[in-house]
């Protein structure tokens, strides 16, 4: 095969050789009858190419049909590698490629439903050319999702999905070396694994069955194994029925669950060592890509201590009291309440990452083990994270786990206690009949992770192709 430049690696070093490249036509403009600019761009990088009318190397054909381009198109180019004297505007690569041969590889369609410029533009952009009075049109976000396949050309979204991709190896990579083992549970399950009417039901061969709404059950059952510690990345079914900046109706959980030695604090110390591990690889090695979605959405740096802040529930109660908001001791907290709390550990603290444990075991699923000293509160615990905005007034939870009950006929009464049909879940209740360890875990949404260090203002930004309570397309 020929040696293939990515448009990346073009730079001064490569002047007068010549280079073969593929990239779209990210903008085709033509400059009389006898020259042709195409800008190419390949994963964020663009650079200029130059068709210019010569005697035996570029005929005029030639520049006409690079000049009928449509934008977006797949393009292969020959040519050799000049450097202006003067530096070049608008493209990422300070080159340029004067063009001796060009195909077209895929033909793009010549209306394109949306702008790739127009839809990389910031707020302040649009708030600039309104103020000057010039006209750009803004990319709604439905527009967006219908044409998913144009949008992820951004800068910006190519920025998200990789960090995505950084969040979800930095927790396989963490929890690797601390001997976990991944695992790969059943997405068709017979019974709801977090009770609740969230849930996606179907028919399996003649038998009710349903989408897993968490790998709950079979995480834990891998715990009745000899695994001891496991986690797995993989997708998590909600059928839920609000439509909201936070909620999909498929996302991808990041779960853990491991054996507990003596306390469930045990639990809590992964899950801070595990996000401070991830939040300090992102700031440390990945600011190319947060700098790309920044120059779109800007946000500021998420605050996070080196050691993440433990309030119990109780503390938490205290501190909104103490901020005159009344809170129910043995209640939940609505989000308005969460929020203020984010608040007031931001202002108090000087951090946007906390946990928050011993929750009232009234709110909790069926699984969570009570406190041992005072059974009406759980060995449970929440992680909240910045919200949304610039900067961010509040928290929302992104993380929530517990330690679970592993005594069989004691979850076998708290599932019947929480109104749960037992016979749909004996197997998982028996798992825990031929000994079984104290154990427990958490689940974290990776698009929530992801939206939230970033400040993004809606979930839908963060998952590829989202699926939530009206779209099941593209
Ligand atoms: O709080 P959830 O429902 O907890 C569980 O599923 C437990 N089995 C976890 C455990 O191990 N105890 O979900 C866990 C996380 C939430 O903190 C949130 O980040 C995310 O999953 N999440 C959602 N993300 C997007 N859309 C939704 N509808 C979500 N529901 C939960």
Redesign the pocket.
């Known amino acids: 095969g020929r040696t293939w430049t990515p448009l990346a690696r073009l730079e001064a070093e490569l002047k007068d050789q010549s280079v073969l490249v593929r990239g779209r036509a990210h903008n085709v403009r033509a400059v009389g009858k006898n020259m042709t600019f195409l800008v190419l761009r390949e994963r964020g990088y663009t650079v200029q190419c130059v068709l210019t009318v010569s005697l035996e190397l570029v005929s005029r054909q030639m520049v006409k049909f690079a000049s009928g381009l449509s934008r977006e198109s797949i393009v292969d180019v020959e040519g050799v590698v000049t450097v202006p004297s003067s530096p070049i505007k608008g493209t990422t690569q300070q080159v340029e490629i004067q063009v001796r041969k060009i195909y077209c590889i895929s033909r793009s369609a010549a209306n394109l439903p949306i702008n790739i410029e127009d839809a990389s533009r910031s707020e302040a952009e649009f708030e600039r050319a309104e103020q000057t009075g010039g006209q750009l049109v803004r990319v709604g976000q439905d527009t967006r999702l219908n044409y998913r396949v144009l949008d992820i050309r951004t800068p910006a979204n190519l920025g998200i999905f990789c960090i995505q991709c950084q969040v979800s190896n930095k927790f396989k990579e963490f929890l690797l070396l601390e001997d976990f083992i991944e695992i790969h549970t059943p997405k068709l399950i017979a019974g709801s694994?977090?009770g609740g009417s969230?849930v996606f039901k179907l028919d399996y061969k003649g038998q009710p069955a349903c989408l897993a709404?968490?790998?709950?059950h079979h995480?834990q059952m891998a715990i009745c194994g000899d695994f001891g510690r496991v986690f797995e990345v993989g997708p998590?079914f909600?059928a839920?029925d609000s439509y909201t900046h936070?909620?999909?109706?498929e996302?991808t959980?990041l779960?853990?669950?491991m054996e507990i030695k003596e306390h469930y604090s045990e639990v809590m110390d992964i899950v801070d060592r595990l996000f401070v591990a991830m939040f300090d690889h992102l700031n440390q090695n990945c600011q190319k890509e947060l700098d790309a979605i920044r120059r779109q959405y800007p946000f500021e740096p998420l605050k996070y201590l080196p050691k993440t802040l433990r309030l119990t529930f109780q503390e938490g109660v205290q501190m909104l009291q103490e901020a005159g908001i009344e809170i129910d001791l043995l209640g939940d907290l609505n989000t308005e309440s969460e929020r203020k709390l984010g608040q007031l550990v931001l202002e108090k603290y000087n951090t946007e990452f906390y946990m928050l444990h011993r929750y009232p075991l009234a709110v909790r699923?069926f699984y969570t083990m009570p406190c041992y000293d005072e059974p009406a509160y759980s060995n449970s615990f929440?992680?909240f994270i910045r919200g949304e905005g610039l900067p961010s007034l509040y928290s929302e939870?992104?993380?929530?786990?517990?330690q679970r009950v592993h005594v069989p006929e004691f979850l076998s009464a708290r599932a019947e206690a929480c109104g749960i049909n037992v016979s749909t879940i004996s197997s998982y209740i028996d798992s825990f009949r031929y000994g079984s360890p104290p154990h427990g875990?958490?689940?974290?949404?990776l698009?929530?992770?992801v939206m939230l260090f970033c400040a993004l203002n809606n979930?839908r930004k963060t998952s590829l192709f989202p699926r939530d309570p009206q779209r099941l397309t593209p």
């Open positions: 694994s977090e969230a709404q968490s790998p709950q995480k998590v909600r839920e936070r909620h999909l109706c996302f959980g779960d853990v669950e699923p929440d992680v939870e992104i993380i929530s786990g517990a875990g958490f689940g974290v949404g698009e929530r992770v979930i």
